[in-house]
């Protein structure tokens, strides 16, 4: 009997030994596929990211001459956006730029998607013209404006003029220019925040409405005491996203007002002028010190957002 | 009792009829002008009150488009640069994506973490050292400047992981007792399960690299590799007022992209929806 126990015991060990070593032959196999499978995209991003981003952090440090030299400065670049008023400008154009641009264009978004997401017949249809923006060169986008906002052959100044409206300046007033760009932000987004709010608002059950129904709640009641509340995951994201996007604001600063208007000053955001100082000007060290300080803003904002979605944002 | 209902005329749908179609006009008058303007003579195009419909069609600022500035080059570096990189960004980040998701490796949370804080960064904080790397390589001017920093993306990394996740587990477990090795699994099991997902990387990766402007301005600056919308750029600095032209050459380089959209539409809300439900 026990002779037998111990032959059983012998070849759970032996069975146990190989399992453990299939297993481990089995991990190997495991890590060696997981890092080749990993490794262009870890290769990629320590090239051109992770050691970009060390080195823009040490360029902020250094001026450029002539050439492509470069010496270190210390907090020279620093000292500069702080007592020069480039980047204060910028940055003030910048906040304004996403102030008016990110609510009113997801207000829009979401009357749009609340009115496609009724019954109605050509759902399909208002998608199709409302999205087409999206998938518009920027760059084109900001050339089609330009022409339409001509002040003296431009469509929208003779449309205003049919109501006896002296159309403005729209691009060249410097009070005017900035607001003028905003409204092509607002245009150019719509589409894109209406079809995440439409599929978060197709997410939400019917059972809530009922109910509401039952209780005899109004169109308004229902609209703010349920749809913006199941909603507010969607609108977290997409205000997320906006803020990030608007915040980086380029082509239609570069096509619309470009460096040798007179208004750019007025309407130059944070990230043009990080473009005019490091490729016109040739000013990298400089420029490297703004992209960080872009980099500090962002981040302190979208930290404020994940921080201040607990006062707004409910998951069921 | 559902056509009794159609044929009563809602006052609600019609108020809604009405507000999404006023919002409509607005959306698409842009694009009806730029088409009209560029078969328009310089004439016609400032005249007030405005020329609706021109007398004949000008495609003469089509051909000028093409004759001052390389735009059939444009059209090609284009081209091959928005089909490498979305080659490359779905071979790459889906097998990163696979491993990521399906298989457990030391290393495997910091490395992921390290790829995605990719995201958080603004693209400016890399890009002069990414144009110096260029100009190390001597790059510049070439396509593979334009289309080797986009091969790989922790965005379509991050996307792709989401929706491996989301597939059962059990599903590579009968492939694995029949000795297939992860590669196989991938390829032959997840890669054809995650259509939904590439195809939304896809979109995402055509649009961005069909429309960027930035990057191509400071690698690109010889017309022979410029990319359209960097062209266009260089077009509006030659006809700064002549607006057919410029309307022209912004038809050019737009129309690929509203085609695609048109006939792909589905995809295109499906992953867009995609991004903002996984993400």
Not at chain 1, 84 to 96: M, W
Not at chain 1, 157 to 182: C, E, K, M
Not at chain 2, 248 to 263: D, E, K, Q, S
Request: proline share 5%; hydrophobic share 50%; glycine share 6%.
């Amino acid at each position: 009997m026990s002779s037998e126990v111990s032959v059983n015991q012998e070849s759970d060990v032996k069975i146990q030994k190989k399992t453990k070593f299939w297993l481990n032959k089995q991990k190997r196999g495991d890590y060696f596929w997981a890092y080749l499978m990993i490794a262009p995209t870890l290769l990629g991003t320590i090239i051109f990211n992770i050691w970009p981003l060390l080195q823009s952090f040490y360029l902020s440090f250094t001026e450029w001459g002539a050439f492509g030299s470069y010496s270190w400065k210390g907090i020279v670049n620093y000292e500069r956006l702080f007592n020069e008023p480039d980047l204060l400008i910028a940055l003030k154009n910048t906040f304004v730029f996403t102030i008016l641009s990110v609510p009113l264009g997801i207000s829009l978004s979401i009357i749009v998607a609340v009115l496609l997401n009724q019954k109605i017949k050509g759902v399909t249809f208002y998608r199709t013209l409302y999205f087409l923006p999206v998938v518009t060169m920027p760059a084109a986008v900001a050339i089609v404006w330009k022409w339409l906002y001509n002040a003296d052959y431009g469509l929208i100044n003779y449309v205003l003029s049919l109501f006896s409206i002296q159309g403005p300046r729209w691009l060249t007033d410097p009070n005017l220019a900035l607001y003028s760009i905003v409204l092509v932000a607002v245009w150019g987004a719509i589409g894109y925040n209406m079809v995440i709010i439409l599929s978060g608002l197709q997410g939400i059950s019917t059972t809530y409405y009922e109910a509401a129904d039952i209780d005899g709640a109004g169109m308004f009641v229902k609209f703010f005491k349920i749809t913006l509340p199941l909603l507010s995951p969607t609108l977290f994201f997409v205000t997320v996203m906006s803020l990030i996007n608007t915040f980086q604001v380029f082509e239609l600063i570069f096509m619309m007002i470009g460096p040798n208007s007179l208004v750019i000053e007025n309407t130059q955001t944070v990230v043009y002028l990080f473009y005019e100082e490091a490729f016109i000007n040739n000013d990298k060290g400089y420029a490297a010190a703004i992209a960080m300080a872009l980099f500090l803003i962002i981040l302190c904002v979208t930290i404020l957002q994940f921080k201040l979605q607990k006062k707004w944002v409910h998951y069921e | 009792m559902s056509s009794k209902t159609k044929k009563r005329i809602n006052p609600n749908k019609l108020v809604i009829h009405i507000i999404l179609l006023v919002g409509a006009v607005i959306m698409i008058a842009p694009f009806l002008w730029m088409v009209l303007t560029s078969v328009k003579t310089f004439g016609e195009s400032t005249q007030v009150p405005p020329v609706i419909i021109p007398k004949s069609l000008q495609w003469e600022n089509f051909s000028k488009v093409f004759t001052t500035l390389p735009f059939a080059m444009f059209y090609w570096n284009t081209i091959i640069t928005t089909i490498c990189k979305t080659v490359g960004q779905l071979m790459f980040c889906s097998l990163a994506a696979y491993a990521f998701a399906r298989i457990k490796f030391p290393g495997q949370n910091v490395l992921f973490i390290l790829i995605i804080s990719v995201l958080m960064v603004p693209n400016q904080a890399y890009i002069i050292p990414q144009y110096l790397i260029m100009v190390k390589l001597e790059w510049l001017n070439t396509l593979t400047a334009l289309i080797v920093p986009g091969v790989t993306s922790a965005f379509g990394t991050f996307l792709l992981r989401q929706f491996f996740m989301s597939l059962p587990k059990d599903l590579e477990d009968a492939a694995k007792i029949d000795g297939c090795n992860h590669f196989r699994i991938y390829w032959r099991i997840m890669l054809p399960l995650a259509k939904p997902g590439l195809i939304a990387l896809a979109i995402f990766t055509i649009l961005w690299s069909w429309n960027d402007l930035m990057w191509p301005l400071i690698v690109n600056s010889s017309p022979s590799k410029m990319p359209l919308s960097a062209g266009l750029a260089s077009l509006q600095g030659q006809y700064i007022t002549e607006f057919p032209v410029l309307m022209a050459g912004a038809l050019l380089a737009t129309w690929p992209m509203i085609l695609m959209f048109i006939f792909l539409q589905k995809y295109f809300v499906e992953g867009i929806a995609l991004s903002g439900t996984k993400g």
